[in-house]
């Protein structure tokens, strides 16, 4: 089973960056197929992007494409992360975003995640 806490939201101008992480706990976090989704209010969760359990496949949603870089650390002696590195950011790039871990592979389907965390906030200014 695996756990997931996101960190690094926050406040930040348009054309800015942010790194948002999102700390794994588990043995088996190199199995997992590892997403990040956002929400805003009265919206769906919508897919942002997805890495593979090698992190030799990603792929983004056509929103956030050449902006956003998804990537994970699994080395046994360091602490099980990956990470969202946000560039160029926009007005509507704002939402909460979640970390989430599945087996089914690398689906842009929200379904397909067993594991969610509570969300971390960003929000991009104008």
């Known amino acids: 089973q695996v756990q997931v806490v996101e ?3 926050g406040l930040v101008q348009a054309g800015g960056s942010l790194n948002v992480s999102c ?3 588990g043995r088996t976090f190199s199995r997992y197929s590892m997403g990040w989704f956002r929400q805003t209010p ?6 942002v992007a997805v ?51 599945g087996t089914r592979g690398t689906s ?7 594991y969610w965390g509570q969300g971390t906030q ?3 200014s104008s």
């Open 42 to 47: 009265g919206k769906e969760r919508e897919f």
């Open 51 to 101: 890495i593979s359990w090698s992190g030799s496949t990603t792929y983004y949603a056509d929103s956030v494409k050449g902006r956003f870089t998804i990537s994970r650390d699994n080395a046994k002696n360091t602490k099980n992360t990956m990470y969202l590195q946000m560039n160029s950011l926009k007005p509507e790039d704002t939402a909460v975003y979640y970390c989430a871990a």
């Open 23 to 25: 700390a794994a706990s």
């Open 122 to 124: 960003v929000t991009v």
């Open 108 to 114: 842009t389907n929200s379904d397909f995640y067993g």
């Open 7 to 9: 960190s690094g939201g």
